[in-house]
């Protein structure tokens, strides 16, 4: 037995991923990383090393794995995977909601099979509804959720986010789903079928715009760098660069005294945080004024002596060199399947006693299928002869 746990987190839960796109295996790393022994899903005929496989992206999404490979379009294949299925703990899928009843891993055909399973659909529009057979991908849904019409500068159209936010939004509340399923499966003893999707996700996302309109009738816009309701927050030009600057408005008082300007604190102009939201464009004016003229580092140092939230504005790899950054330890450095050493994210929370790794690179396609299916019970005859009839890969 190769599994190899990540982590004593999840130890000994089995995870079957039939997911694909992003947001599945995004949900399905925080199992693995966590211990989880997962087992990735994938199907005969596929390329066995497309280039795809060594970037950088794929390898993140799918270390801590091992692959199998299964014709699940067939009667037989189906077979297999009931099989797993009765040894599972939790099946994650991203199919549309049509295609697994037609393929036969549809909840009410699992829970027959093992009561305790828990599985996890994720999908563009949600399970039903006028959309569900509609395809939907990241940007689709950072425009139609309104994500994109907040996002930007006033003026200059919508703007996508530049990472993919709502997969990976999708994929982490997924996987909370699943481990507030396996919570109550501790006192109950039975399984349930978890659903989200990334339109729901990312109008939950939405936050405090969200509350805004609903409690308030408030609609949101783009208004750049600057924060819907916090001023002076933005981004700001110094002597040789830019800076973030967000104070909160307890702290206008510190904030006022760090540029120079003390009467500012007791001006009835500017003293509430609600006539400051009414004169912002002649707040961030005369903040600018200030910033302009002095480097970043002078500025850095100021405000964070005045207790100011503050910070540069980093490229990716000025990120990840920043000495916090690099004190956190935030990659680990593991071989890849061409035998090269890769650097990969690491879990951004730690658990004292049980830690997350990266313990396994991203698996060869069908790398475990003969492995996996011995350890589910599965004999060497009957391996070979689904192997010959091509309905494992």
């Not at 399905?28 to 990383?33: M, S």
């Not at 109008?203 to 816009?221: E, N, P, T």
């Not at 480097?295 to 990120?319: M, R, S």
């Not at 951004?348 to 011995?374: C, D, G, M, Q, Y």
Request: hydrophobic letters at 35%.
């Amino acid at each position: 037995m190769t599994y190899q746990p990540a982590s004593k987190a999840l130890e000994g839960l089995v995870v079957l991923d039939m997911t694909h796109m992003r947001a599945g295996p995004v949900c399905v790393r925080q199992l693995a990383d966590w211990g989880a022994n997962v087992i990735k899903i994938d199907r005969p005929g596929d390329p066995p090393d497309f280039s795809g496989r060594q970037e950088g992206d794929y390898q993140n999404k799918h270390r801590n794995k091992r692959s199998i490979a299964i014709d699940l379009k067939s009667k037989r294949g189906q077979a297999v995977l009931h099989r797993l299925v009765q040894s599972a703990d939790i099946i994650v899928e991203n199919f549309r909601p049509n295609i697994k009843r037609k393929l036969k891993f549809d909840y009410e055909t699992l829970q027959k099979l093992n009561p305790k399973i828990i599985l996890c659909s994720i999908s563009a529009f949600g399970q039903d509804g006028p959309y569900q057979d509609r395809v939907g991908v990241d940007q689709i849904i950072q425009g139609m959720s309104g994500l994109m019409s907040i996002n930007g500068i006033p003026g200059q159209g919508p703007l996508r986010v530049g990472i993919p936010i709502v997969d990976i939004c999708a994929g982490l509340y997924a996987a909370l789903g699943i481990t507030t399923a396996l919570v109550e499966r501790n006192k109950s003893g039975r399984g349930q079928w978890v659903q989200t999707s990334l339109i729901e996700c990312m109008m939950f996302f939405l936050d405090i715009q969200a509350a805004r309109y609903l409690a308030d009738g408030i609609v949101g816009k783009q208004v750049g760098n600057e924060h819907p309701t916090g001023v002076p927050t933005n981004t700001y030009k110094t002597k040789d660069g830019y800076i973030n600057l967000a104070p909160v408005p307890s702290m206008w008082g510190r904030f006022c005294k760090a540029i120079g300007r003390p009467e500012l604190i007791t001006d009835p102009d500017f003293s509430t945080r609600e006539v400051r939201r009414a004169r912002r464009r002649e707040i961030n004016s005369m903040v600018q004024d200030f910033i302009i003229q002095h480097e970043t580092a002078y500025l850095l140092d100021l405000f964070e002596k005045a207790e100011v939230p503050c910070g540069p504005i980093y490229n990716i790899e000025e990120a990840f060199n920043d000495p916090q950054v690099r004190h956190l330890k935030m990659f680990q450095s593991i071989t890849n399947t061409n035998g090269e050493e890769v650097n990969l994210p690491r879990q951004p929370f730690a658990l004292s006693r049980t830690p997350s790794r990266i313990s396994r690179r991203n698996p060869k396609f069908s790398e475990h299928t003969k492995e996996v299916l011995s350890e589910f019970g599965f004999s060497e005859n009957e391996i070979e002869e689904l192997s010959s009839s091509k309905i494992i890969g």
